[in-house]
């Protein structure tokens, strides 16, 4: 069973709008989270996290936001630019238990349109 | 610094034969985690290493996979009687060692090995 959740598999959004990417998960001893970028042939790259006790965090043009109750999360991108055209990946962690392997939803393929 | 390598890049296989592949972590990583990419899915998780030890390997699918670690630097997984099911991008990434529960260590991945057994 899926326990993280990408129900959008492609987004298109045009260059410098606002680009929002979804994630729900169902474990609810997941306790951290993260995304990851991917371009093809390469490996994920880390982009940005949250721990549960917040329900925000910022870094420059990306924001992740955290609704615990609801099990969602979302990645919000603004400005967006060309090159963050890539397939993104949301992720979790049950840190509580000590494990830090991820568990990671299936992507969204994000395309920038110039 | 260089990152996680991992090799071959691309490694085509018979159905039944025996397959290694290798991966590099970070120096000073102690952490080791394997994770397996099929089409159209995220990464899967298959076993994490803490040291030379296997800490987690429930992710491993059944008995012909099997990975090792003996310096607790590369490691190698390897795969006996592939089948055509096994085909799919093998994913390697290290980290810091855990500090223990509520505390996370950020995974830096290599670029994967891409299985394809006919």
């Known amino acids: 069973d899926q326990q993280v959740k990408q129900n959008s598999p492609s987004l298109s959004v045009q260059e410098g709008r606002i680009s929002i990417l979804n994630c729900d998960y169902t474990?609810?001893?997941?306790?951290?989270f993260l995304w990851y970028k991917k371009y093809p042939a390469e490996g994920p790259t880390f982009l940005i996290s949250?721990?549960?006790?917040?329900d925000k965090n910022e870094d420059g043009r990306f924001t992740v936001f955290l609704n615990k109750s609801a099990k969602h999360l979302s990645l919000h991108i603004v400005p967006s630019q060309p090159g963050d055209s890539a397939v993104y990946f949301c992720?979790?962690?049950?840190?509580?238990?000590?494990?830090?392997?991820?568990?990671f939803g299936t992507g969204t393929r994000l395309t920038v349109i110039p | 610094g260089a990152g996680v390598s991992q090799t071959p890049s691309n490694k085509v296989t018979e159905k039944g034969k025996y397959v290694e592949l290798r991966c590099d972590p970070i120096?000073?990583?102690?952490?080791l985690y394997w994770y397996r990419q099929s089409l159209g899915q995220g990464p899967e998780f298959l076993i994490y290493?803490?040291?030379?030890?296997?800490?987690?390997d429930s992710g491993l699918p059944n008995d012909r996979f099997f990975a090792v670690r003996p310096e607790g630097s590369v490691s190698t997984l390897k795969i006996q009687r592939t089948e055509r099911g096994d085909s799919a991008v093998y994913l390697c990434?290290?980290?810091?060692?855990?500090?223990?529960?509520?505390?996370?260590?950020?995974?830096?991945f290599g670029p994967g090995t891409r299985l394809t057994v006919l």
């Open positions: 290493f803490q040291g030379t030890g296997a800490a987690d």
């Open positions: 992720a979790a962690s049950a840190t509580q238990t000590g494990a830090n392997n991820l568990f």
């Open positions: 120096s000073g990583h102690t952490a």
């Open positions: 949250i721990s549960s006790i917040k």
């Open positions: 990434a290290s980290s810091l060692a855990s500090r223990g529960p509520r505390s996370y260590n950020e995974q830096f």
């Open positions: 474990n609810s001893m997941f306790d951290y």
